[in-house]
């Protein structure tokens, strides 16, 4: 099959599934997936008017993608741009909201239908749209393309994995990329690979997650934390996943043999979460409090579970030492290290680190960070460093100049987007 002849199946089949839109929403809703309030968003129908002047639009399909965004958004606003950033997740609008300055807009991406997407696009006008990693949509590529907004991949990432999939389909991979103007890849194994499969002006530009401001933390609140812990040995595990988390327990009980006043904080990737590994601790014989419930750690607790949204900032900023989730046991992939790291802490690692294949074998190779393979190695871990201040001091500075030496990704993006910019005003530029 031809690619336009794919094409049109996926628009076809699409379009005859439109009608299930909002049912799937309310299935979402339901899961606590979606926002009420803002369920039309997700169907094309903008909750804002769209601003005056030229307009560019930045998608990321979760927290992490938008959050890598953060430096572009300043940059176009700095050049007199108005800016419409779209997300996938509840989360990441939670997130991105009080992070977000002034001049930028969000929204929930629609869903891939023809007429949601196809109403977004006439609503909101972009004069360029810049995706980020890999969100390419086909009904939305095909909308842009349609009216001739310009479509540039930035933070462009693909896997091995990935591309190996996307040879079975090399015709409609094809049309996607042949309508992308132009794609800004984090490393060369990743613009290869967009090559391969038929991108056309492709570049290095780096990691845009290197640029992003570390995450805020309320000065009140990191004091009253620091006042409740006291002089225990302090670790976090941040960003950790079901899969992983029965290992990080098993690591704490070892941890505490060793060092029995060690306070241990496990921040889940999804909040959601807290609850059931507050109840597998328990289970444990685990004394426990949970930051959800308004609780502070006592004398007498020996985990505290973070399970709220928008402070990892405060945790990072707690303790010196992190371990990094999702990447301990499968799938895995490994959450951002950039961000405990240029706030000073040493990091730690399980051996599944997909997600940021160039970013952990710097920090590694630099001293910063440590690889665990399981959780009697993880504690034993933890120990060593937790009884070796000098050391844990030696790893977090070496973790901070590693991520700080590869800043500069954001200046090279905007050099590459230039020429896709439009013309801004007389006097709107700043």
């Not at 997300?87 to 023809?114: E, I, K, M, Y």
């Not at 988390?245 to 060092?259: G, I, K, S």
């Amino acid at each position: 099959m031809t690619a336009s002849a794919l094409f049109a199946a996926y628009r076809g089949l699409t379009a005859a599934v439109e009608p299930a839109g909002r049912p799937f929403l309310g299935w979402r809703l339901r899961a606590g997936k979606e926002d009420a309030a803002r369920i039309g968003e997700r169907l094309g129908r903008a909750s804002r008017p769209r601003p005056a002047g030229p307009l560019v639009w930045l998608h990321g399909a979760s927290v992490g993608e938008g959050v890598s965004l953060l430096p572009l958004v300043d940059a176009l606003l700095a050049r007199g741009f108005g800016v419409l950033v779209t997300t996938g997740t509840v989360n990441s609008a939670r997130v991105l909201a009080p992070r977000l300055p002034a001049g930028a807009l969000h929204q929930f991406v629609p869903l891939d239908l023809p007429g949601a997407v196809r109403r977004f696009v006439a609503h909101w006008r972009p004069d360029l749209a810049v995706l980020a990693e890999s969100e390419l949509w086909p009904n939305l590529v095909e909308a842009l393309h349609r009216a001739a907004v310009p479509l540039a991949l930035v933070n462009a990432r693909m896997s091995e994995r990935s591309a190996r999939r996307w040879t079975r389909a090399p015709g409609f991979i094809g049309a996607l990329l042949e309508r992308t103007a132009l794609c800004l890849c984090q490393t060369e194994a990743d613009a290869e690979r967009f090559r391969a499969l038929g991108a056309g002006r492709v570049a290095v530009t780096g990691l845009l997650k290197y640029d992003v401001p570390p995450p805020a933390a309320d000065a009140e609140a990191l004091a009253a934390f620091a006042a409740a812990v006291g002089p225990r040995p302090l670790w976090v595990a941040a960003s950790t996943h079901e899969g992983e988390e029965a290992a990080l327990l098993d690591a704490h009980a070892l941890l505490r043999r060793d060092v029995p006043e060690a306070l241990t904080v496990i921040a889940p990737r999804q909040p959601r979460r807290g609850p059931a590994l507050l109840a597998d601790a328990q289970r444990r014989g685990i004394a426990c409090a949970a930051r959800s419930r308004g609780q502070a750690p006592g004398a007498a607790t020996a985990l505290y579970v973070a399970d709220t949204l928008g402070e990892l900032g405060l945790w990072y900023r707690a303790a010196g030492l992190v371990f990094v989730g999702n990447s301990l046991c499968l799938p895995g992939g490994g959450q951002n290290p950039i961000e405990p790291a240029r706030l000073g802490c040493a990091l730690l690692h399980g051996p599944r680190t997909a997600n940021f294949s160039d970013v952990y074998p710097a920090l590694d190779a630099a001293g910063g960070a440590a690889e665990v393979g399981d959780a009697a190695h993880l504690a034993e871990a933890v120990a060593t460093l937790l009884g070796d201040p000098a050391q844990l001091r030696l790893m977090a500075r070496a973790a901070a100049e590693t991520v700080e030496a590869r800043c500069g990704a954001t200046a090279r993006t905007m050099a590459a987007l230039s020429p896709y910019l439009p013309a801004v005003p007389a006097g709107v530029r700043a």
